[in-house]
């Protein structure tokens, strides 16, 4: 009996053969575009004000955040290998995480144009969300782990229907990306929606409408289902590990939406889906151009849209479903603001906006697949999702390069801004290295500092500040970064401190006599109390 044994090279070629062209194409284009538009990132160690608590390692908030997933997992690979913050290393994994789930989602979708799906790729891996979620280093694998559970579950909800027990999986998966971090819970309904749209759109006679309403219950079902085992693990492994839940963002009341909530989150969502092409929506629209293929990509859908409607016989309810479909796909993608109606929204929460770009482009393929391709319409919709797609991930590619050499600016400025301070504090009269610290304010009022990161005008992103000294964690510039490593005093003796009376005469930082050695302790007052 012979068994079947490959060599490297046949495995990976069987396996390759077996991988449809389209799939490959995201897949490399998101490896390749992800390259471009990171790689200043992954070659540089750059921080953010949470970067630097969480170097050289740590993979941040857990359980407290409801991020219990992220927590089992944080913790076995520090067990294993210790979570350091390695811009390469994290870098590439979370790349690869990306590009295999643009692969899922062009697999999902059957796209068909090689091309088209090289642009689900760029579009997935360039996107200003992207970006922003490498500001935070040391927990962007995980994170983007998060993405790949959250479109792998919308997979085999679409592609595997009749499978009860991988639906069942599904319901794991959601619960495991929303135990990781919860605004990648809006990728998956927004793919699902976006599955939905297609079936009333181009399904043909072979699917009636009831199957369609069949498909959406049991989309909710799972999602729902995702969503209460999400809630459950969560109290459950909050009491078993003696934790309680943190107010940031509004997480403890994540799921309470009152009315009010509910009627503001939906006119957030619609708002900003508007604002795509209009407005300023988190600096995922950084530049006029984008706005104008975010109108040509909705002006294109809407009509081409109104072309099925109108132009072409079919079922009645299937219309109405796609009209319907049309106006849950908003609230999809910013789901968000009805999951935390009193959090503080921002760039890295708003990755699921991506599939409006995916959606035009998954559009204008089946577009073409289900007419015929001499129509105008159909070639038509395929140069608009060409065209669109180049100018806007070649915007995002510089985009992001900008944003990170922004944040480079903002580094060179934080550290010579301290040790200038710590040069100072070491040549005061008295002074010895048994002296403790106390830093008296939050907040530095320099004129002298106002240089910002130099391009921050066109380079702003949610995650990131123009100056971090002023950020709660500008402590671990001093230390980490400039190595001073003094004692630093505690709460109650800097509030001790700010009732001495010689503290309250002392002028603010940067001005002469702002730095002081009083009762043993050097004082540097940063602002009035």
């Known amino acids: 009996m012979k068994v079947a044994f490959s060599t490297p090279d046949g495995f990976v070629r069987e396996i390759s053969a077996r991988i449809p062209r389209p799939v490959k194409s995201a897949f490399f284009s998101a490896v390749i575009i992800g390259l471009m538009t990171h790689l200043y990132q992954f070659t540089n160690k750059l921080y953010n004000y949470d970067e630097l608590i969480n170097t050289p390692n740590g993979y941040g908030t857990g359980a407290e955040s409801g991020r219990w997933f992220l927590k089992i997992i944080g913790d076995f690979t520090g067990a294993q290998f210790g979570n350091y913050s390695l811009p390469l290393v994290n870098g590439m994994i979370s790349v690869l995480f990306l590009a295999v789930s643009a692969a899922l989602i062009t ?18 891996i360039s996107f200003p969300a992207v970006t922003s979620t490498f500001l935070f280093m040391y ?26 027990v991988l639906n069942i999986v599904s319901v794991v998966l959601i619960a495991c990306s929303l135990g990781i971090y919860q605004a ?60 309680s839940m943190t107010s940031y963002q509004g997480l403890d009341s994540m799921g309470q939406t009152t009315v009010k909530d509910l009627l503001d989150g939906l006119k957030s969502c619609y708002r900003d889906f508007i604002n795509l092409f209009r407005g300023d929506v988190m600096c995922l629209n950084p530049t006029k151009y984008v706005k104008k293929c975010y109108f040509l990509i909705m002006a294109a859908l809407g009509v081409s849209t109104l072309g099925l409607l109108f132009g072409q016989k079919g079922c009645k309810v299937k219309k109405v479903f796609l009209v319907l ?56 919709m395929q140069w608009i999702a ?43 009269d008295g002074y010895n290295d048994d002296l403790a610290l106390a830093l008296i304010g939050n907040t530095i009022d ?33 230390i980490k970064y400039l190595g001073f490593s003094p004692r630093f005093c505690g709460y109650e003796e800097i509030k001790e401190l700010m009732e001495n009376e010689e503290v309250k005469e002392m002028p603010c930082y940067p001005d002469d006599g702002a730095i002081r050695i009083i009762d043993g302790v050097v004082v540097v007052k940063l602002m009035d109390s």
């Open 107 to 124: 697999g999902m979708f059957r796209v068909q144009s090689t091309f088209l799906a090289a642009a689900v790729g760029g579009f997935f």
């Open 184 to 243: 990648y819970f809006a990728n998956t309904t927004s793919l699902l929606v976006m599955n939905m749209i297609l079936l009333c759109a181009f399904s043909g006679e072979d699917k009636k409408w009831k199957d369609i309403l069949f498909t959406a219950i049991r989309y909710v079902i799972v999602l729902a289902a995702g969503m209460i085992l999400y809630f459950v693990l969560h109290k459950t492994l909050l009491h078993v590990w003696g934790l």
């Open 325 to 380: 479909g049309y106006l849950v796909f908003p609230v999809a993608v910013y789901l968000i603001y009805l999951m935390t109606p009193n959090g503080w929204v921002y760039t890295l929460m708003a990755y699921p906006a991506v599939f409006v770009t995916i959606f035009m482009v998954i559009w204008a393929d089946r577009y073409q697949a289900a007419f015929d391709t001499k129509q105008i319409a159909a070639k038509g």
């Open 139 to 164: 927990t962007a694998p995980f994170y983007a782990f998060s993405v790949f559970l959250s479109v792998l579950a919308a997979f085999l909800m679409v592609r595997f229907s009749g499978k009860i």
């Open 386 to 428: 060409a065209v669109t797609s180049v100018i806007m991930i070649g915007v995002y590619i510089w985009y992001g390069n900008g944003c990170y050499m922004s944040l480079e600016y903002t580094k060179y400025h934080d550290m010579s801004y301290f040790q200038t301070m710590v040069t100072q504090i070491k040549s005061l």
């Open 446 to 478: 320099d004129n002298t500092n106002n240089t910002g990161s130099l391009v921050s005008g066109m380079f702003g992103l949610g995650g990131k500040l123009d100056s971090n000294i002023s950020a709660y964690s500008r402590n671990y510039i001093i």
